[in-house]
C-alpha cells in the first residue's frame, strides 16, 4: 500500500512553469515538447543535489499549469533506518507526517521548488533556455528547408546598414534576411510593407540557422508565374527553364501538355493581363515567353526574338565538356557553340540592350551563340593547345592555365587580360605578353 503526504501549491515551481510556457508559445514548441524537456531538466536538477533520480517522479503539464515532484520512500522499524537512508524513513518520522500509515507501506514525499536551492533553480532555468532556443533553431531549420522555393508573403520589419539587407518577420517572429544581392535593382521597401519572396535556401553556420530568401532567383519568377497563370498551378503548362538578368530580362521556356491550350497565350493572358501583373512585382522586368519545341533550330530562332533569323550552323553537343571561366569571371562548364546569320539590321534586336537578350538565350539553350551578318564570311575556328606553345612560354606558365581550366589559345584569349589577371598568379605584364603571342599565330 502507498500512501502520499497531502499536496501544498508550489508557488515557485507554478511561476517557474508559467514562465517557460509564455517563452516556448512565442517560439511555437508544443505544450508536449516543452513538457518533455522540463521532465528532461528536473530529473537533471534532482540528481545532482540527491545522486540519484531513483524513487522521484516528475509530472509536468504545462498546459494545466501542473508541476509535481514526488518521490517514494519505504516505510521501516526505527531499527532498521539510519540517518542518510534517502530511499527508507523511520516509522516514527512517517507517522509525525502521516499519522495511519504502517511499516511496509510506501510513503510519497511532494517536493517543492525551493527544496532545491536558488543555485539548482537558476541552473536548471539557464539550461531549460538553452535548450528551447536550440530546439527553436533546430524546428525553423527544418521547417524552412521543407519550403525551399516556396513564394511567402512577408512584412518588412528593419532596414539595416542603408537597405543593404532588409528583416522579415514571419508569424512567429523569426527574423529572416534578405541580403541585397537577393533584391531588384529597384527594390524600394520600408518598415511595414507587404512583400513577396521566395525561399531560396536555408543553410547553417555554427549551429545558427539562415534563412536566404529571394526575389532574384527563377525560382521567385516561376512561383509569380504559378499564382498568375492557373494552367500552370494545374500541371497543363509545364515551366522547363528559367533564365534572368534581374529587373532586366528573363527568358521562360513553357510546354503545353493540352494541344488546345496555347503555352504563350496561356502566360500572356488577355490583352497582357497576366504577364503585366508579374512584370508589376519585379519592377517591369521585360519577359519574353518562349514556346518549347524538340526542333533545335526553331528554338533557337524563339529565343532571339524578336530578331529574325536567316540561317545557322550548329555545333554538335560536346562529349565531355572541360571546366572554363567565362567571362564574366564564372566557372562552368565548356559549351559548344550556335553560328548564326541575319540581316545587319537584325544583329541588334538579337543581342539587346546591354547584351541581355543574347546572353539570356545562350543560358537558356545551354549554347554560346555568335552573330553574323548575312553574308559574313563563317568557318569553323581553328584552336591550338597551349602545350603546342612550350617552346615560347614557360611550362610552368602553361600549368598555371590549366589550373583554371584554361587548356587552347582561343579560350585563352576570349577570357581576356582582366579576368586572367585575376584568376592568376601571374603579372599582369606577363599576362599581356602570352596573349600577344597568342594572338599573332592567329593573324599569321
Not at 502520499?4 to 517560439?27: A, C, M, N, R, V
Request: charge should be negative.
Amino acid at each position: 500500500m502507498a500512501t502520499k503526504t497531502k499536496k501544498t501549491k508550489d508557488e515557485e515551481g507554478s511561476l517557474f512553469l508559467q514562465s517557460f510556457t509564455e517563452f516556448t508559445s512565442e517560439k511555437n514548441i508544443s505544450n508536449t515538447v516543452l513538457d518533455d524537456l522540463l521532465t528532461e531538466v528536473l530529473y537533471s536538477m534532482i540528481k545532482r543535489k540527491y545522486g540519484t533520480e531513483e524513487g522521484f517522479e516528475v509530472v509536468v503539464r504545462s498546459k494545466d499549469g501542473d508541476l509535481e515532484i514526488i518521490r517514494s520512500v519505504h516505510v521501516v522499524e526505527d531499527q532498521y533506518y539510519e540517518d542518510g537512508d534517502e530511499d527508507l524513513i523511520s516509522i516514527t518520522k512517517a507517522k509525525l507526517l502521516q499519522d495511519d500509515i504502517e511499516v511496509g507501506e510506501d510513503y510519497f514525499q511532494y517536493y517543492k521548488f525551493q527544496d532545491f536551492g536558488r543555485r539548482a533553480i537558476l541552473a536548471a532555468r539557464q539550461t531549460l533556455i538553452q535548450r528551447v532556443k536550440d530546439l527553436d533553431k533546430e524546428e525553423i531549420y527544418y521547417r524552412y528547408k521543407a519550403m525551399v522555393g516556396k513564394l511567402l508573403n512577408m512584412e518588412v520589419y528593419q532596414i539595416v546598414s542603408g537597405g543593404k539587407e532588409i528583416v522579415v518577420q514571419d508569424e512567429h517572429k523569426h527574423e529572416l534576411m534578405l541580403p541585397k544581392k537577393h533584391q531588384m535593382p529597384r527594390d524600394r521597401f520600408k518598415k511595414g510593407d507587404m512583400i513577396k519572396v521566395v525561399v531560396d535556401d536555408v543553410i547553417k553556420t555554427n549551429g545558427m540557422p539562415r534563412v536566404v530568401l529571394s526575389r532574384t532567383s527563377a525560382a521567385f519568377l516561376e512561383r509569380l508565374l504559378e499564382q498568375e497563370v492557373p494552367e500552370i498551378a494545374e500541371g497543363i503548362i509545364t515551366v522547363k527553364k528559367i533564365v534572368r538578368e534581374p529587373g532586366e530580362r528573363a527568358k521562360v521556356l513553357v510546354q503545353s501538355h493540352d494541344d488546345r491550350v496555347d503555352p504563350v497565350g496561356a502566360c500572356v493572358g488577355m490583352k497582357g493581363v497576366r504577364i503585366h501583373s508579374i512584370g508589376r512585382e519585379i519592377n517591369n522586368e521585360n519577359i519574353d515567353i518562349i514556346n518549347y519545341t524538340e526542333n533545335v533550330e526553331l528554338l533557337v530562332s524563339r529565343a532571339l526574338s524578336p530578331a529574325k533569323v536567316i540561317s545557322m550552323h550548329i555545333d554538335p553537343p560536346i562529349v565531355t565538356p572541360r571546366r572554363i571561366i567565362d567571362r564574366d569571371g564564372i566557372e562552368r562548364d565548356e559549351l559548344p557553340h550556335i553560328a548564326v546569320f541575319m540581316k545587319p539590321d537584325q544583329v541588334s534586336l538579337a543581342i539587346g540592350k546591354g547584351g541581355y537578350n543574347i546572353k539570356l538565350a545562350g543560358k537558356l539553350l545551354n549554347y554560346e551563340i555568335d552573330v553574323y551578318r548575312e553574308g559574313e564570311e563563317y568557318e569553323q575556328e581553328e584552336d591550338i593547345e597551349l602545350a603546342e606553345f612550350s617552346d615560347v612560354i614557360e611550362d610552368w606558365v602553361i600549368e598555371e592555365f590549366k589550373r583554371i581550366g584554361v587548356e587552347t589559345a582561343r579560350s585563352a584569349i576570349r577570357m581576356g587580360k582582366e579576368i586572367l589577371v585575376k584568376q592568376l598568379d601571374l603579372e599582369e605584364e606577363h599576362i599581356e605578353e602570352i596573349l600577344q603571342i597568342l594572338q599573332e599565330e592567329f593573324e599569321d
